[in-house]
């Protein structure tokens, strides 16, 4: 008997990720979760540019790579194609989606765009080799931040659920992380949620992960896992922002 | 012939895209072509099509790239300024082999510039207009007919070779009336197995990307992208002769500097100068032979233009400087009037006699 699989929806191809980074564990979740609703063959994915720009190899359905922060721009293109037969999902990091796509974000979340996004927040420029990002904690250290991050200098992190909760069109807003076991478990309760908000038609459905860098935060594997307990989680703390859904159910 | 209707040239452009099968547009307001979006805005609900008003040009033309990824006919619309912002999904839409329209009803610049028709963006649509080795057809309509047929012609083009079609319109095209006649388009069916769909778990998965980490690959990719703009270049290229039998001056112009221009050259037939035009459609493929050709026959060329000479350059290229070319411009939303030509005509068929 077979206990643990590879999700049909994840290809048989080595990941580039480094060690201890857990873009692999979320890319799983997603694939199981497309799994067990049984839309591989609706989905189309948008991979962002990032460490996450070859998700277009490692997802088993449909796929297409977007410009820097674009990708809710082309989603809603997708979707708007077809929007009766395509569930459109993105999956971005933090440089993408909440510095060089801000914009194509909040406008996709304030149209209500029926798609799902995944956000990747790791406080870091991964692929560039650890620059500070818009989600880098203050005083935290990168190479653009030497002196770690001055806030006097270049401002505050951009709490992106706490913003995108604000707007009227979000339909759901959750922020999770996949440090321990229990939390990847909600993790993709929330991430199953997404896209069944989609398939549903109850429009846009964002999941922040916090996410890891070990290696340019210059940690252990175990020792980024506990930074994000200590340092990530306070400053950007866990659960549902927003949910129409529940909202309409409250009133009733 | 269907009955003929009295249209702005911006108008003619979006019921043309309707007849030629595109559901979906994406654009951004900017004078002066808010026109087509304001019809797109009207019409695409009651037919089932996608208006949607985007929050950016940028974003504009990645709602393009969506939509150009499902292999369905997309356009946006925009100004000078607006397609600068494009510039970077243009490259991307020709890094992922994606067809799509765009229309560039062109204004007064560089910056914000003005509101008033120029050409000054040809060298941003003819020579690149983001970055990397592409190109994109250019098409360039003098009437409000010509707006509604190339736009036909540009979606039908895309697909054929999966590229960026671009009309370059300029104020003028777009705010003028004239009677034009639609027709439905016929719609030519091209292989789209390339795009995503949803696989419906039946086959391999379509990945649409512009991305290639492998130098060789990436080189082969452009390798063989150039071999399909060979094929545009040997097949696609269009312009018109005006007069040019026995002219001895040849005044190149397109668009509405090509409707000044002929204004000019009726005139200065009648004080017995002969001189004739040849006026550009497609801007890229340039219609390199037709000036090759001319350079053996006639004393100069003239390059009418709305820009500080830009298409200049091509003439001077494409007829290999054989004969002198000389510039009569306006800019910054001016434009040439047919006195003025007519007497750069006169100056050219002086310096001819010397």
């Keep these: 008997m077979v206990v643990f699989d590879r999700p049909k929806s994840l290809c048989d191809v080595p990941f580039h990720y480094c060690p201890g980074c857990t873009h692999g564990i979320i890319h799983r979740l997603v694939a199981e979760v497309i799994d067990e609703l049984g839309i591989e063959g609706k989905t189309i994915g948008v991979a962002p540019v990032g460490c996450s720009v070859l998700a277009y190899n490692y997802f088993a359905c449909d796929m297409v790579e977007a410009a820097h922060g674009r990708a809710p721009?082309?989603?809603?293109?997708?979707?708007r194609s077809d929007p009766d037969n395509h569930i459109v999902f993105t999956y971005q990091g933090d440089g993408d989606l909440a510095s060089i796509g801000t914009a194509e974000t909040v406008h996709a979340a304030a149209r209500?765009?029926?798609?799902?996004?995944?956000?990747?927040?790791n406080a870091?420029?991964?692929?560039?080799?650890?620059?500070?990002?818009?989600?880098s904690l203050p005083g935290q250290v990168t190479q653009t931040s030497p002196y770690g991050r001055d806030t006097s200098h270049c401002g505050f992190p951009v709490k992106v659920s706490e913003m995108l909760s604000q707007l009227d069109g979000a339909g759901y807003i959750e922020r999770v992380a996949v440090n321990n076991v229990k939390n990847v478990r909600n993790a993709k309760k929330a991430i199953k949620k997404a896209f069944q908000n989609q398939i549903d038609k109850k429009g846009f459905s964002l999941v922040e992960v916090i996410s890891t860098c070990p290696t340019n935060w210059g940690m252990t594997p175990d020792k980024a896992l506990e930074w994000v307990e200590e340092k990530m989680i306070p400053y950007y703390p866990l659960g549902v922002y927003k949910d129409r859904d529940a909202e309409k159910k409250e009133e009733e | 012939m269907a009955e003929k209707v009295l249209m702005k040239g911006n108008e003619a452009i979006a019921e043309a895209a309707i007849l030629a099968g595109c559901r979906h547009y994406f654009g951004y307001p900017i004078t002066p072509q808010t026109e087509i979006a304001a019809y797109m805005a009207k019409k695409m609900p009651k037919i089932g099509g996608c208006f949607l008003q985007a929050e950016s040009e940028v974003a504009a033309i990645n709602m393009v790239y969506g939509v150009a990824s499902t292999g369905k006919r997309v356009m946006t619309s925009s100004s000078s300024p607006g397609i600068s912002l494009k510039a970077e999904g243009l490259s991307y839409l020709a890094g992922s082999d994606l067809p799509s329209l765009v229309v560039n009803v062109q204004r007064g610049g560089p910056g914000l510039g003005g509101i008033q028709p120029s050409q000054s963006d040809y060298f941003q649509a003819t020579k690149g207009c983001g970055h990397g080795d592409y190109r994109m057809i250019v098409l360039a309509p003098s009437s409000v007919q010509e707006m509604a047929s190339l736009t036909i012609k540009g979606f039908d083009l895309a697909e054929k070779y999966r590229m960026t079609s671009m009309i370059l319109a300029d104020g003028t095209m777009g705010q003028m009336m004239e009677p034009v006649s639609l027709e439905q388009a016929v719609v030519e069916s091209y292989d789209k197995s390339w795009a995503v769909t949803g696989t419906k778990c039946e086959r391999k998965k379509n990945i649409i990307n512009s991305l290639s980490l492998v130098p060789e690959e990436l080189e082969q990719l452009n390798f063989a992208r150039y071999e399909r703009y060979k094929k545009v270049e040997e097949n696609e290229v269009m312009y018109e002769e005006y007069m040019m039998d026995d002219a001895e001056i040849c005044v190149a112009a397109f668009g509405i500097a090509a409707r000044v221009a002929k204004n000019a050259i009726v005139k200065a037939r009648e004080e017995g100068i002969k001189v004739g035009m040849i006026r550009p459609i497609t801007l890229w493929p340039f219609p390199q032979k037709a000036f090759e050709e001319a350079a053996d026959k006639v004393k100069s060329f003239i390059s009418v233009e709305l820009s500080m000479g830009q298409m200049i350059e091509d003439i001077r290229l494409y007829t290999h400087s054989k004969k002198p070319v000389t510039l009569c411009n306006r800019v910054g939303g001016m434009i040439?009037?047919?006195?003025?030509?007519?007497e750069s005509i006169r100056k050219a068929n002086e310096g001819g006699n010397k």
């Design chain 1, 73 to 79: 721009a082309v989603a809603t293109g997708l979707k």
């Design chain 1, 112 to 121: 209500n765009e029926n798609i799902t996004i995944i956000f990747v927040n």
């Design chain 1, 124 to 135: 870091i420029y991964g692929m560039t080799g650890g620059q500070m990002a818009p989600t």
């Design chain 2, 336 to 342: 040439p009037s047919p006195e003025q030509v007519l």
